[in-house]
């Protein structure tokens, strides 16, 4: 294995600092025992009053669900561990975890769905809206392009491989429309949008800004839907997050070019802008570019963060589904921020270096990876290949600043 050999590799062995009870998420006892509020959020409150040992002899921590104990597992330093044994069950429940609850997420240009599992866990699920082999049309602005719930399995997988781990866990799945969503749903918005297409296959649209019509609608084959489910985060009630506007935000305008365009210097201003003027924040944007260059991802206008640990923190790297759009054109001026700084973490490049080499090829791990998903081949495989062409370009890009 391939994947085995890279995360066995010293890189992937860089020890991660102390983390002390402030740099946790939760502070949590895990002798404390946890009942969750049935209220459909994923809400959960401790009752102090539970006996520390249960009667099996294991802590109340054992019996917490996978979702818990990764909410529980976040720190300053990373959203889930190298060597998570968590991980694997956490990917199987997302994939295989009987859906009692379908509803549709508030805001945004397409559908996606709240699912939430008998264990109180929920899952962000967006349906498949094109074939893996279909690529983005020359003419689309990247503002109106698909979310591909491909692109979000990959995302994920890459992340990790990267060993950036700023990407919730997420998993392929296929969907049964008319008992998973259309009969279970108390959403009666999306329930008023169900039909039977002329082909006999159950269909649906939702309602929202950009892709909800029955020109757009979603159709099972009749009733078979493939999706991608991510692990959602802690609620904002529990864990809040601060949205940062990214400096090299395109302008979301058919004619008007964005500041980072016209100024080849912009980045001198943006380091001597809070927060970006100490740190490593520009360093995980950077990190951030070089991810975003490699899936071919153009629509990075903001990226999260969580408040408890202010701006010496990861980014979280959420809503990937415009990546993997196109793999016969690479666009490079998503790699503006680290051409225009000039500026890379060494352990990243490192790590880059790496797997450009024959044993780690990144296409190889990659596509190990995503051959273990329920809905694998995940890429069509020149999509794969790409990724090494692009692998290529940005350690050319650190090659032009080196000698510079």
């Known amino acids: 294995s391939k994947l085995a050999a890279l995360f066995e590799h010293p890189l992937y062995n860089i020890p991660v600092p102390e983390v002390t009870e402030k740099d946790k998420l939760f502070v949590v006892n895990p002798m404390e025992k946890f009942s969750l509020r049935s209220s459909g959020s994923d809400e959960w409150v401790s009752s102090s009053k539970a006996e520390a040992l249960l009667p099996t002899g294991k802590t109340a921590y054992d019996t917490y669900p996978t979702w818990l104990k990764f909410h529980i597992g976040i720190n300053r330093y990373e959203l889930y561990p190298r060597r998570d044994p968590l991980l694997p069950a956490l990917l199987r429940d997302l994939a295989t975890q009987r859906i009692v609850s379908s509803v549709q997420k508030s805001g945004g240009t397409q559908l996606k769905l709240i699912m939430t599992f008998p264990n109180y866990g929920q899952a962000l699920f967006k349906p498949m809206k094109q074939t893996r082999d279909q690529e983005t049309p020359i003419d689309f602005f990247y503002f109106s392009d698909f979310e591909r719930h491909n692109a979000e399995i990959a995302a994920f997988h890459l992340d990790r491989i990267l060993d950036f781990r700023r990407i919730p866990p997420v998993s392929g799945r296929l969907v049964n429309i008319t008992k998973e969503i259309r009969d279970i749903t108390t959403d009666k918005k999306l329930a008023k949008t169900f039909f039977i297409s002329p082909a006999g296959n159950v269909c649906f649209y939702g309602e929202c800004s950009y892709y909800c019509s029955t020109e757009h609608a979603l159709c099972g084959k009749p009733d078979r839907l493939e999706g991608s489910m991510a692990a959602l985060l802690p609620d904002k009630t529990l864990a809040k997050r601060r949205s940062w506007r990214s400096p090299w935000r395109r302008s979301y305008h058919k004619s008007k070019k964005a500041e980072w365009e016209l100024n080849p210097n912009y980045c001198a201003q943006v380091r001597e802008t809070p927060p970006y003027d100490r740190g490593h924040r520009l360093l995980d944007l950077i990190d951030m570019a070089i991810l975003d260059f490699l899936m071919g991802n153009m ?34 001026s998503i790699l503006a921020p680290l051409q225009q700084c000039c500026s890379i973490k060494k352990s990243t490049y490192l790590r880059l270096q790496l797997l450009a080499t024959q044993p780690y090829r990144l296409s190889d791990v ?38 510079r």
């Open 299 to 332: 629509d990075r206008h903001h990226y999260e963060t969580f408040e408890k640990f202010g701006n010496d923190t990861f980014l979280l790297h959420l809503d990937n589904g415009r990546g993997f759009g196109t793999h016969s054109r690479d666009e490079p």
């Open 366 to 403: 990659l596509r190990e990876a995503l051959a273990a998903d329920p809905l694998a081949p995940v890429l069509a495989e020149p999509h794969l290949q790409a990724l090494d062409r692009r692998l290529g370009k940005v350690l050319v890009a650190v090659g032009h600043c080196l000698a």
